[in-house]
């Protein structure tokens, strides 16, 4: 039977590592940021676009400039860019088991195995100056960097749902990183899909 993992994930908490390892585990594909090029290849809208887009929307006096000045914006490119990536999503899961690590996958499939991973704030910033060493900012640089990414991803999801981001009745699963590591939660995810 197949089985279409997505993963949506607060900043730093080890989303993307634990999506990598239970790919690795249960010898399935795994798409993150190959999503963009796989997009981009779908639908004729350049890569770079996808990668200015990704998982943020466009600003509410953006869109009117989109719709007052332009016959060639009438649909907003993040607009454009979140159809195009929804159609590769469900591509993928028609043709078998995979993970998917954001994007609102978990919305725009609903036969998936919805997983939710987040961390406390020293967790993830202790993770991240771990993966992205940066000795001029340090640690108050980088919380500030993931409260603004979570912001964009928190906008996203709930412009794109209507639901919203991080709340346990979106998911299968909910896990706290910071408390049972990448390890532990990877744990979690096999017992719970009886690996």
Not at 175 to 181: I, K, V
């Amino acid at each position: 039977m197949d089985k279409v993992i997505t993963i949506s994930r607060e900043f730093g908490s080890g989303g993307r590592e634990l999506g990598v390892r239970l790919a690795e585990r249960l010898n399935i594909p795994f798409y993150d940021k190959e999503l963009i090029h796989m997009a981009a290849e779908d639908s004729n809208i350049a890569e770079e676009a996808f990668r200015h887009y990704d998982e943020h929307i466009v600003k509410s006096l953006d869109r009117q400039f989109y719709h007052a000045f332009s016959d060639v914006y009438k649909v907003p490119m993040s607009d454009q860019i979140f159809v195009a990536q929804s159609n590769v999503i469900r591509k993928l899961a028609d043709y078998g088991s995979c993970i998917i690590v954001g994007r609102c996958a978990d919305m725009i499939l609903s036969d998936s195995v919805n997983l939710f991973i987040y961390a406390d704030m020293r967790s993830r910033v202790k993770r991240m100056l771990k993966l992205e060493p940066d000795e001029e900012s340090g640690g108050k640089e980088m919380e500030r960097r993931i409260r603004e990414v979570d912001r964009k991803r928190k906008e996203y999801y709930q412009y794109y749902t209507g639901n919203s981001w991080g709340r346990a009745q979106n998911y299968h699963l909910c896990m706290d990183s910071g408390l049972a590591g990448v390890d532990g939660c990877l744990r979690a995810v096999l017992a719970y899909l009886g690996e």
